[in-house]
C-alpha cells in the first residue's frame, strides 16, 4: 500500500492537474508533461553523489538549465528541450518522442517544476514507492479520463490474480505486444520480487532489471508512459524494454518468450487511415498475410490470439484477455480455436464479469494455454472455466472489483498442481462456478463454440436477487453502449463495402 508521503505525492500532482485543466489540459497530457519534468529531474540526480554518472542528457538541455530560467524564458526552454530531445537515441529519445509543451501558462509551468518535481529526491525512494507514485497518476488519468489512459489501463486487481495463479520466476522472459502502460509487466517484476527477491543471485538480478520483460506499444505516447513506469519501478532502460509505434501484428519478430500476459486493445477490426482521391479520410480493414498464422483475418483479437502463439516458446505459458467473439465467431474464429486447441494445452478460461474495464460494454475472458510439441492428437485435454459473470454486478465506483472476488478462482486454479483440480459444480452443487469440459466434448459443439454457459441468472428468475438500483443501470448503460457501437461497427463496414448510400 502506498505510504503517507507517497499518497501527499500524488494527491499534490492532482491537484495541480486540476488547476492545468481549468487551462484546457487533459488529464493524459498531464500525466505527459509529468513524465518529461520527473525524468529530466531524475536524470540529473543520477549524476550527483552517491551516483555520479555520466549524463545522459546534453547539458544547456538538461535539469539545472530548466531551473535556472524564469517566466516566459522558462516556457520558451522548456520548449526547446522537447523539441530537442527526441532527435536522441535510446530510452531519451524514447521518453521524449513527439513530445509537446502543452502547459500555456508560465506560471503554472514553474510551480509544477519548482513546487512539485524538484523539492522531491526521487532517486533516493524506493522503486517501489516511485513506482506507487506514478501508478496512481496513472490510475487517476484512467479514471477520470476512461477515452486517454483508461483504454490502456486493464483492472490492477484482474492484473494480479492472473500474474499470481501463472507464477512467473526468475529466469523466465516476460512479454506483453500490447503493454500500454506496462501493468502486466511490471505485475510480473513485482512478483518475482516478492516470493524469491531474498533467493536471487547477482546473475538473476541483472536479468531481472534488464532481460526480464520486454514489451511492444503502438501508441507513441503510452509507451513513453510505460518506459517510465518501468524506470521507475527499478528496471533497466538502457537496453530500451519496449518497442513503440509499430504494429505487432505486422510481422513475426523472430524472439520467443517464456511467457506472454496480455490485453490486447479492444475493438474487433485491424484498421487504419487512408485519405481517398476525393481527399476524404477512410478507415480500411487490414488483414495480416503471415505465415506463421493459422488463417487470413481482419479480426483483430483473433491476429493477436495468434501472433501471441507464435511469441512462445516451446513450453511456454500465456494468459491472454479476450473478447466474447473470439469464443464463438465462425469462419476464422473456428480455425483459430480449432487449431489452438488442438496444438496447445488450452487447460483454463476466467470468464470476467461485465463493468469492471473503462471502456463500458466490455465482455471478456481470460485465456491460459501452454506450447507443446507437435504431435498427431490434440494437446487439450480438458477446459476449466471459472464463470466470475453470471450473478456476479460490479461497476467502476459504486462496487469495483477486488482482488479478494478473484481468491476463490485463484484457489481453483491450483497452480503448480493442475492436476489436482477439482470441480465446484457437480448436480447437486448447480451453483459451482468452476467446472472441466473434456476435448471430445467440445469437439463435438457447432463451430467449436467456447462460449459455456451453466450458472442460471437469478436475476432473470426471481427480482428479489436483482442488484442495487444504481448498479442495475450502470449494467443497462453498459449493454446499451455495447449495442450501439456494434451498430455503429456494422453502419461503416456496410458503408465501406457499399451496402449503404451514403
Same mark, same amino acid.
Given at each position: 500500500?502506498?505510504?503517507?508521503?507517497?499518497?501527499?505525492?500524488?494527491?499534490?500532482?492532482?491537484?495541480?492537474?486540476?488547476?492545468?485543466?481549468?487551462?484546457?489540459?487533459?488529464?493524459?497530457?498531464?500525466?505527459?508533461?509529468?513524465?518529461?519534468? *520527473?525524468?529530466?529531474?531524475?536524470?540529473?540526480?543520477?549524476?550527483?553523489?552517491?551516483?555520479?554518472?555520466?549524463?545522459?542528457?546534453?547539458?544547456?538541455?538538461?535539469?539545472?538549465?530548466?531551473?535556472?530560467?524564469?517566466?516566459?524564458?522558462?516556457?520558451?526552454?522548456?520548449?526547446?528541450?522537447?523539441?530537442?530531445?527526441?532527435?536522441?537515441?535510446?530510452?531519451?529519445?524514447?521518453?521524449?518522442?513527439?513530445?509537446?509543451?502543452?502547459?500555456?501558462? $508560465?506560471?503554472? *509551468?514553474?510551480?509544477?517544476?519548482?513546487?512539485?518535481? %524538484? $523539492?522531491?529526491?526521487?532517486?533516493?525512494? %524506493?522503486?517501489?514507492?516511485?513506482?506507487?507514485?506514478?501508478?496512481?497518476?496513472?490510475?487517476?488519468?484512467?479514471?477520470?479520463?476512461?477515452?486517454?489512459?483508461?483504454?490502456?489501463?486493464?483492472?490492477?486487481?484482474?492484473?494480479?490474480?492472473?500474474?499470481?495463479?501463472?507464477? $512467473?520466476?526468475?529466469?523466465?522472459?516476460?512479454?506483453?505486444?500490447?503493454?500500454?502502460?506496462?501493468?502486466?509487466?511490471?505485475?510480473?517484476?513485482?512478483?518475482?520480487?516478492?516470493?524469491?527477491?531474498?533467493?536471487?543471485?547477482?546473475?538473476?538480478?541483472?536479468?531481472?532489471?534488464?532481460?526480464?520483460?520486454?514489451?511492444?506499444?503502438?501508441?507513441?505516447?503510452?509507451?513513453?508512459?510505460?518506459?517510465?513506469?518501468?524506470?521507475?519501478?527499478?528496471?533497466?532502460?538502457?537496453?530500451?524494454?519496449?518497442?513503440?509505434?509499430?504494429?505487432?501484428?505486422?510481422?513475426?519478430?523472430?524472439?520467443?518468450?517464456?511467457?506472454?500476459?496480455?490485453?490486447?486493445?479492444?475493438?474487433?477490426?485491424?484498421?487504419?487511415?487512408?485519405?481517398?482521391?476525393?481527399?476524404?479520410?477512410?478507415?480500411?480493414?487490414?488483414?495480416?498475410?503471415?505465415?506463421?498464422?493459422?488463417?487470413?483475418?481482419?479480426?483483430?483479437?483473433?491476429?493477436?490470439?495468434?501472433?501471441?502463439?507464435?511469441?512462445?516458446?516451446?513450453?511456454?505459458?500465456?494468459?491472454?484477455?479476450?473478447?466474447?467473439?473470439?469464443?464463438?465467431?465462425?469462419?476464422?474464429?473456428?480455425?483459430?480455436?480449432?487449431?489452438?486447441?488442438?496444438?496447445?494445452d488450452v487447460h483454463t478460461l476466467l470468464r470476467l464479469p461485465t463493468g469492471i474495464f473503462y471502456k463500458q460494454g466490455v465482455r471478456a475472458n481470460v485465456l491460459?494455454? %501452454?506450447?507443446?510439441?507437435?504431435?498427431?492428437?490434440?494437446?487439450?485435454?480438458?477446459?476449466?472455466?471459472?464463470?466470475?459473470?453470471?450473478?456476479?454486478?460490479?461497476?467502476?465506483?459504486?462496487?469495483?472489483l477486488r482482488r479478494a472476488d478473484l481468491d476463490d478462482f485463484v484457489a481453483c486454479y491450483r497452480s503448480g498442481e493442475r492436476h489436482k483440480r477439482k470441480a465446484?459444480?457437480?448436480?447437486?452443487?448447480?451453483?459451482?462456478?468452476?467446472?472441466?469440459?473434456?476435448?471430445?466434448?467440445?469437439?463435438?459443439?457447432?463451430?467449436?463454440?467456447? %462460449?459455456?454457459?451453466?450458472?442460471?441468472?437469478?436475476?432473470?428468475?426471481?427480482?428479489?436477487? *436483482?442488484?442495487? $438500483?444504481?448498479?442495475?443501470?450502470?449494467?443497462?448503460?453498459?449493454?446499451l453502449h455495447a449495442a450501439l457501437e456494434a451498430f455503429q461497427a456494422l453502419t461503416r463496414e456496410l458503408e465501406s463495402s457499399g451496402g449503404i448510400a451514403r
Amino acid at each position: 500500500m502506498p505510504t503517507n508521503h507517497t499518497q501527499q505525492i500524488v494527491n499534490k500532482a492532482w491537484s495541480f492537474a486540476h488547476v492545468l485543466r481549468d487551462d484546457g489540459l487533459s488529464y493524459m497530457a498531464y500525466t505527459e508533461q509529468i513524465t518529461f519534468l *520527473l525524468f529530466l529531474k531524475m536524470a540529473h540526480e543520477l549524476t550527483q553523489p552517491p551516483w555520479s554518472r555520466s549524463p545522459i542528457v546534453p547539458e544547456g538541455l538538461d535539469w539545472p538549465s530548466l531551473l535556472a530560467r524564469d517566466g516566459e524564458e522558462m516556457e520558451t526552454h522548456y520548449r526547446r528541450i522537447l523539441r530537442d530531445l527526441p532527435k536522441h537515441g535510446g530510452m531519451l529519445g524514447e521518453i521524449f518522442k513527439k513530445a509537446r509543451q502543452e502547459i500555456q501558462n $508560465p506560471a503554472t *509551468l514553474k510551480r509544477l517544476i519548482v513546487d512539485l518535481i %524538484d $523539492p522531491e529526491d526521487w532517486m533516493s525512494m %524506493d522503486a517501489d514507492v516511485k513506482g506507487d507514485i506514478y501508478e496512481g497518476l496513472l490510475a487517476k488519468s484512467a479514471q477520470e479520463s476512461p477515452k486517454g489512459a483508461g483504454q490502456y489501463f486493464t483492472p490492477r486487481v484482474l492484473i494480479k490474480a492472473i500474474v499470481d495463479v501463472m507464477q $512467473p520466476r526468475p529466469e523466465d522472459t516476460v512479454c506483453d505486444p500490447a503493454c500500454g502502460t506496462g501493468g502486466f509487466l511490471l505485475a510480473a517484476h513485482d512478483h518475482v520480487i516478492r516470493e524469491h527477491g531474498s533467493t536471487l543471485d547477482p546473475d538473476q538480478k541483472r536479468h531481472l532489471r534488464e532481460g526480464f520483460v520486454r514489451g511492444g506499444e503502438l501508441v507513441p505516447a503510452t509507451a513513453r508512459l510505460c518506459i517510465m513506469n518501468l524506470y521507475l519501478h527499478g528496471i533497466s532502460a538502457d537496453r530500451l524494454p519496449i518497442q513503440s509505434g509499430v504494429d505487432s501484428l505486422a510481422n513475426d519478430p523472430g524472439d520467443r518468450f517464456s511467457m506472454v500476459l496480455t490485453n490486447p486493445p479492444f475493438g474487433k477490426k485491424s484498421s487504419f487511415k487512408i485519405v481517398n482521391e476525393e481527399g476524404d479520410l477512410e478507415t480500411e480493414s487490414h488483414a495480416y498475410e503471415r505465415q506463421d498464422f493459422w488463417t487470413s483475418t481482419k479480426n483483430k483479437q483473433l491476429n493477436f490470439l495468434q501472433h501471441v502463439k507464435t511469441l512462445l516458446r516451446m513450453h511456454g505459458s500465456c494468459a491472454i484477455v479476450v473478447p466474447d467473439n473470439v469464443l464463438f465467431e465462425d469462419g476464422a474464429g473456428e480455425t483459430v480455436r480449432r487449431n489452438l486447441l488442438q496444438q496447445f494445452d488450452v487447460h483454463t478460461l476466467l470468464r470476467l464479469p461485465t463493468g469492471i474495464f473503462y471502456k463500458q460494454g466490455v465482455r471478456a475472458n481470460v485465456l491460459f494455454f %501452454d506450447a507443446k510439441p507437435a504431435r498427431e492428437e490434440p494437446w487439450t485435454d480438458r477446459l476449466w472455466v471459472y464463470d466470475l459473470r453470471t450473478n456476479k454486478h460490479f461497476t467502476l465506483k459504486m462496487k469495483p472489483l477486488r482482488r479478494a472476488d478473484l481468491d476463490d478462482f485463484v484457489a481453483c486454479y491450483r497452480s503448480g498442481e493442475r492436476h489436482k483440480r477439482k470441480a465446484t459444480w457437480i448436480p447437486e452443487n448447480e451453483g459451482g462456478r468452476w467446472r472441466a469440459f473434456e476435448y471430445d466434448d467440445l469437439a463435438k459443439r457447432d463451430k467449436l463454440n467456447l %462460449d459455456l454457459l451453466w450458472l442460471r441468472d437469478s436475476g432473470l428468475e426471481d427480482s428479489d436477487n *436483482l442488484p442495487e $438500483p444504481e448498479v442495475l443501470a450502470a449494467e443497462i448503460a453498459d449493454d446499451l453502449h455495447a449495442a450501439l457501437e456494434a451498430f455503429q461497427a456494422l453502419t461503416r463496414e456496410l458503408e465501406s463495402s457499399g451496402g449503404i448510400a451514403r
